[in-house]
């Protein structure tokens, strides 16, 4: 049996919230200029860091693919199997971890001190209304073979 879930759990998707996170951290940006900081080459190190967390999204997209399951977080109950193999060996979580680095790759764009504080938000949130959900619906789909995952992998990394 699944566990009844609260009005805001896989209700946004992961996607929309980064977006909605990188509007919220250049606002905050914007309403503090004193607090912006001197990042050196701070362009090409944010460029760095998005680039491979999109490559990481667009990595474990495919191994969903691959493996013939869904890639849309908000269905997690359309999962046809327990994908544990390529990237997804180093963590339950690749494309939020994705999600993660192009969000702190935006940060370092910023280049101000307030973008920052939105990352552990982003995971929390994530964490609470995205991961626990999904989750407990994949344990109670997939049994041992999701618990056994789920005990010998990382949920970011």
Do not use: S
């Given at each position: 049996m699944i566990a009844a879930m609260n009005a805001v759990e896989l209700k946004v998707p992961p996607?929309?919230?980064?977006?909605?996170?990188a509007l919220a951290m250049w606002l905050?940006?914007?309403q503090a200029p004193?607090?912006?900081?001197?990042?050196?080459?701070?362009?090409?190190?944010?460029a760095l860091v998005a680039s491979l967390g999109a490559g990481l999204v667009l990595v474990a997209g495919l191994g969903f693919r691959r493996a013939g399951t869904t890639v849309n977080p908000t269905?997690?109950?359309?999962?046809?199997?327990?994908?544990?193999s390529g990237i997804y060996r180093l963590s339950r979580n690749p494309m939020y971890v994705g999600f993660l680095l192009m969000l702190?790759?935006?940060?370092?764009?910023?280049?101000?001190?307030?973008p920052w504080l939105f990352l552990p938000a982003y995971v929390g949130y994530m964490n609470r209304f995205q991961i626990a959900p999904e989750e407990r619906m994949l344990a109670a789909k997939?049994?041992?073979?999701?618990?056994?995952?789920?005990r010998s992998v990382r949920r970011w990394l």
């Open positions: 996607l929309a919230l980064a977006f909605a996170f905050a940006a914007t004193t607090l912006a900081v001197e990042l050196p080459a701070h362009e090409l190190i944010a269905r997690p109950q359309a999962t046809t199997a327990v994908v544990d702190a790759g935006w940060a370092v764009f910023l280049a101000h001190a307030l997939f049994g041992y073979d999701y618990e056994a995952y789920r």
